[in-house]
């Protein structure tokens, strides 16, 4: 039997489907990362507003059968396509980073803890001061880590425990270690007070609250974070590299199977 569900939903990737439909993910308030069939979403009536666009927030009503990847999407109707973030190129830029680190960290029938921190990016992406918009990026960052048990440990040595004298990020053991710890001059990358501050601020304190960083700070904290999470996403994804310090979630890629692609349509 199917099940009937109704949740806010944010379209993350689409594609065309034969003449007329598309098969779209969705990251959900109720289920998290779904894929559905958005049947006749390209004809001139259909229930959904339109054919489903990236970036465009809205209601949704989803019938879902047990043990089947793919749902079928019956009705939408949208609350926002977002449209500052359409009319500036920065902007948009930013939200499709948000766009990509969800792809690839949230997997289909995941939680559903990751729609609320999306979200709120989102509508902070339309209207946070220019000069802020790498910072808010680098904080989103940062809390979809967390969503998955992959923040960085910035706070102690990851090997000793030791809050004192933290020297080097070491991206493989997943945060920073101390003098004593580091086992030779060159292993992992430098870090400074300043820059491990703002990791720690960003991880605890809401953005209004975190005033603008240096520009060098900000570009080593960036710098940082993604390796840390390239490193632990690579080692998820073969495990004969090495065990990652947590299990980071990462997502299979996207359902096309035998998916008929058009290249003004695809997404």
């Not at 594609?15 to 004809?43: C, D, K, N, P």
């Not at 209207?127 to 440990?153: I, Q, T």
């Not at 060098?216 to 590299?241: M, Q, S, V």
Request: aromatic content about 4%; some cysteine; proline content about 5%.
């Amino acid at each position: 039997m199917a099940e009937r569900v109704e949740t806010d939903a944010i379209v993350i990737q689409r594609f065309a489907y034969g003449e007329s439909s598309q098969i779209a993910h969705l990251l959900t308030a109720r289920l998290g990362r779904v894929v559905v069939m958005a049947r006749g979403a390209w004809r001139a009536k259909n229930g959904y507003e339109g054919p489903l666009d990236l970036l465009v927030r809205g209601r949704v009503k989803l019938s879902l059968v047990e043990g089947r990847e793919m749902g079928l999407l019956t009705e939408r109707r949208i609350d926002t396509a977002f449209p500052a973030l359409r009319r500036d190129r920065f902007r948009h830029a930013g939200a499709l980073h948000v766009l990509r680190r969800v792809l690839h960290f949230e997997p289909v029938g995941g939680g559903a803890g990751a729609f609320p921190l999306v979200d709120r990016a989102l509508h902070a992406l339309e209207s946070v001061e220019e000069r802020r918009l790498s910072l808010l990026l680098l904080a989103f960052d940062l809390r979809l880590a967390a969503e998955h048990g992959l923040e960085p440990a910035v706070a102690q040595c990851v090997r000793c425990g030791s809050p004192r004298r933290l020297a080097r990020f070491v991206a493989a053991e997943g945060g920073v270690a101390c003098v004593e710890c580091v086992a030779r001059p060159d292993e992992g990358e430098a870090i400074d007070g300043a820059t491990a501050e703002l990791m720690r601020v960003l991880l605890a304190s809401p953005l209004r609250q975190v005033a603008t960083p240096a520009p060098a700070t900000l570009a080593r904290a960036r710098r940082l974070l993604d390796h840390h999470l390239e490193w632990h996403a690579d080692t998820a994804a073969a495990p004969g590299r090495g065990a990652s310090r947590r299990r980071p979630g990462r997502a299979p890629g996207p359902a096309t199977g035998s998916t008929k692609r058009s290249s003004r349509r695809g997404g």
